[in-house]
């Protein structure tokens, strides 16, 4: 059962250009299943809109559709969340006990590949950069049954990614924490918290302003390095509407806020054009089954 309670709420996790990433006091009402959970498949699917900036350090703001899958097959979990897809490939069983977790990760990156989303001309005036694809790996122990009920979790990892192609060339160091609850069979609170150290090439490509640049926008010219680019922290929940957390349909939602730093919130496209201070936010539906 725990599997699918901790599903649920991470649909709502978002991991988009700007995006955030992954996953409980509950009433003492909370039930139990009669029967052990002997780690059967299951999915949750779900679809929604987020509210996030038009590019990452903008002040803009825009609408777009966030799709979310979550599960387990063979004894491997996974996660499709926005643009973020993850596979855990160690089976550590199911119930309360520890959980560590390692596999791949990989994101689509769509950071300003359109000038059409973007509402300032001086940034607009910039040009598009092609999609980067960033693939790596992650890391993480968890603990499930921790303070409230024997299903609640508590989850620290670390991830690796790297632009795979040349877009950017550089990669992206995560550590995140988060904590989910189950507050009734019905509904679940998730709280997380992130960071992200990004690499020379990805802070000159995403916030950089060369010349010829600078000529085209009035913004200017600006050459940072690499290093922390931003924190985050966020909450999130889900509430079914049919059946439980365990099967039938739930409403989704959760808000993130996104704090930029040092080089990056220096950049003339943040300081300038845009903002530091980066909110996001998804409210959708997914089903279970």
Known sequence: ??????????????????????????????????????????????????????????????????????????????QLIGNRASIDLIDDGTGPGWDIQAGPVAVVNFNRSSTKSIDDVRVKALGKIDTALEAGAY???????????????LSVSVSYRHDV????????FTPSVSYMTPLSRKA???????AER????????????TPTGSAASGLAVYSPGGGWKSWTAGIGGAMSI??????GLQLVGGATYRRLLNDFA????????????????????????
Not at 30 to 50: C, K, L, Q, Y
Not at 166 to 171: I, L, N, T, W
């Open 1 to 78: 059962m725990y599997l699918r309670i901790l599903a649920a709420p991470a649909l709502l996790l978002v991991a988009a250009p700007a995006f955030a990433q992954d996953s409980d006091p509950a009433p003492t009402s909370v039930e139990t299943e009669s029967a052990p959970d002997r780690g059967g498949n299951f999915a949750i699917v779900g679809a929604g809109a987020g509210y996030l900036p038009d590019y990452e350090g903008s002040n803009d703001y825009r609408f777009v559709p966030v799709p979310g899958l979550a599960g387990r097959l063979g004894g491997f979990n996974f």
């Open 139 to 153: 890391f993480g122990i968890g603990r499930v049954g921790v303070i409230t009920s024997e299903y609640d979790r």
């Open 165 to 172: 192609g040349s877009v950017h060339d550089a990669g992206i």
């Open 188 to 194: 679940a609170v998730t709280l997380f918290g992130s």
């Open 198 to 209: 990004a690499e020379k090439g990805y802070a000159q490509t995403y916030f950089g302003v």
């Open 242 to 247: 049919t059946g439980d957390l365990t099967h």
């Open 266 to 289: 220096d950049s003339p496209l943040v300081s300038d054009a845009g903002s530091k201070s980066q909110w996001m936010g998804v409210v959708g539906l997914a089903f279970s089954f």
